[in-house]
């Protein structure tokens, strides 16, 4: 069979709108405005460059089912751009964008296919009058989808190669949306060759050969909990039908979680210090892209008292913003946590009979414990279904509220060291 080369992506999300950031300056909001939709850019532009022989897209183009206007557009032009290189673009829609939601009247280049619903149809790829593969492929009617559409799939035996192109979650990820459940066993099954899936917006390859497995991640992270790098798959078949994918990051502003250790002895300048280096470091290492940052001060010190007083960090945040500010690409930090830890021996004063010993032993008790955690809850009900409270404190997780014992602990131990040292 002739070799040839594709660009597999998914979960574009165009005009996404990045919930959870909290404040930022304008040039930043605006920057993550348009992130989503130079990615597809970029996906296109490497399909040029790569001389790719078509794209696949795996559902998720939009971000709603009511997509704008404006993002539609955008997502044509892009296809058009290709389709004027006369590289075909295949298309099924995702649980954000199913083909119940509006769809704008546009006219479509023939080198675009976008799959309706059931059942599955398989349109052969050419180059120069020559079968490459076929695509398979089939877009859901709803947002609500719990049925495995993989048994619809069925390989051409004429086809040099078989690929299905679904949006699905594969092993129930936990995580991501049960929609449209299927087993790696069923994909393996089908008897395709390739399997272009969307869905689970971290790139990962399920499976390396026969058949290869992939889902590429979304092509932008698009929340704070989207961190590290995202883009799609460059994926050459040999005349052998070996197949070697390829990862390209194509996200243009990137989030970073980082960890900021704060050593014993330092001062409040050490702290800013680190924080603007850790910036600096993860901005080298995006090669050139837009960073927004979320920070944890960790680590056990002298300064955790300062650290954990009101105000303290707030301003060592704005002062770093400040110097920040002019560099371009940018760093914007989103968030600065403290999660530091006083200088005492824990484990020894945990043995001790005094108050201390009984706080973190009692915080001890209720961080292992489920049914304590589960009546801290409960006494805690009052507060966090008050009519006045954010509905999320109704909900909140376990480990949350771990990490909150583990805060009001070190707060109260501060207090407590600080009246032992003035006694
Ligand atoms: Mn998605």
Redesign the pocket.
Same mark, same amino acid.
């Given at each position: 069979m002739t070799p040839f080369r594709f660009v597999h992506c998914?979960?574009l999300?165009i005009d996404t709108p990045f919930a959870g950031l909290q404040t930022a300056d304008a040039f930043v909001a605006d920057a993550l405005r348009r992130a989503s939709s130079e990615a597809v850019n970029v996906v296109v532009d490497l399909c040029i460059s790569e001389h790719a022989d078509f794209l696949l897209i795996a %559902?998720?183009v939009f971000d709603s089912a009511n997509r704008s206007l404006r993002a539609q557009f955008h997502f044509r032009d892009q296809l058009a751009r290709l389709a004027a290189e006369e590289i075909p673009s295949f298309v099924v829609h995702?649980?954000?964008d199913p083909l119940d939601g509006w769809i704008a009247d546009l006219r479509w280049p023939d080198a675009v296919t976008i799959f309706a619903s059931e059942p599955v149809q398989s349109i052969p790829v050419k180059r120069n009058g020559e079968i490459l593969a076929v695509v398979h492929g089939v877009s859901y009617a709803t947002r609500k989808d719990d049925h495995n559409l993989t048994p619809l799939f069925h390989p051409n035996p004429h086809a040099p190669f078989n690929i299905g192109l679904l949006h699905c979650n594969v092993g129930s990820n936990t995580g991501h949306e049960d929609y449209a459940p299927c087993s790696i066993d069923d994909l393996t099954a089908s008897g395709m060759d390739y399997w272009a899936l %969307?869905?689970v917006?971290r790139g990962r390859v399920l499976r390396q050969q026969g058949p290869t497995i992939i889902y590429p991640g979304?092509s932008q992270g698009r929340s704070p909990v989207e961190s590290g790098e995202h883009g799609c798959f460059v994926v050459d078949v040999s005349g052998a039908r070996q197949v070697t994918p390829r990862f390209v990051a194509t996200d243009s502003v990137r989030w970073a979680l980082i960890d900021v250790p704060v050593a014993e002895e330092a001062a409040l300048d050490d702290v800013h210090d680190a924080v603007i280096a850790h910036c600096e470091a993860a901005s080298a290492e995006a090669g050139g892209r837009d960073i927004v940052a979320r920070l944890t001060l960790t680590g056990r010190g002298r300064l955790n008292a300062e650290l954990h007083r009101a105000g303290s960090v707030t301003d060592i945040l704005d002062r770093s913003r400040e110097m920040l500010s002019q560099r371009r690409p940018f760093v914007w930090i989103d968030r600065l946590t403290v999660r530091t830890h006083g200088l005492f021996d824990r484990a020894a004063r945990s043995q001790e009979s005094d108050f201390i010993g009984e706080l973190i032993r009692q915080v001890d008790t209720l961080t292992n414990d489920h049914a304590a955690l589960a009546h801290l809850r409960s006494l805690l009900s009052p507060v966090f279904e008050h009519s006045q409270a954010p509905v999320e404190l109704s909900r909140l997780p376990e480990d949350c509220l771990q990490r909150w014992l583990d805060e009001a602990e070190t707060r109260c131990i501060d207090m407590l060291l600080a009246e032992e040292g003035s006694e």
């Open positions: 998914a979960d999300h %559902g998720d995702g649980n954000h %969307g869905h917006h979304a």
